[in-house]
Nanobody, 124 residues
Framework: VQLVESGGGLVQTGGSLRLSCAAS????????IAWFRQAPGKEREGVSC????????YYADSVKGRFTISRDSAKNTVYLQMNSLRPEDTAVYYC??????????????????WGQGTQVTVSS
């Protein structure tokens, strides 16, 4: 199994980026895929998750209304569209495949596989 992220970079505050997570060795359609991020000196946090079919999406409060997760089955790829970026979004972003627990409005993803990460830097 291999997960490869791409699309990170340097952007100004208010700008947009689209991250991609391309998978090989498994079919993303039947998996729960999450995006995590880790900023320097901080713990890794879950940003967004898209569940296996039937599909549902989940977001951290800090990114709701700004980020959108989606899946392209034909390309076996999951995307994270990030709009209205802020300096506090600066982090290494990782995609992961694994289990998902949802309780009310809260969700928890437990990764089995990780990508190598892609750096997102938002300048002020």
């Amino acid at each position: 199994v291999q997960l490869v992220e791409s699309g990170g970079g340097l952007v100004q505050t208010g700008g947009s980026l689209r991250l991609s997570c391309a998978a090989s060795g498994l079919t993303l359609d039947y998996r729960n895929i999450a995006w995590f991020r880790q900023a320097p000196g901080k713990e890794r946090e879950g940003v967004s998750c898209i569940s296996s079919r039937p599909e549902s999406t989940y977001y951290a409060d800090s990114v709701k209304g700004r980020f959108t997760i989606s899946r392209d089955s034909a390309k076996n790829t999951v995307y994270l569209q990030m709009n209205s970026l802020r300096p506090e979004d600066t982090a290494v972003y990782y995609c992961a495949v694994g289990g998902l627990i949802v309780f009310g409005s809260r969700w928890s993803h437990s990764p089995d596989y990780w990508g190598q990460g892609t750096q997102v830097t938002v300048s002020s």
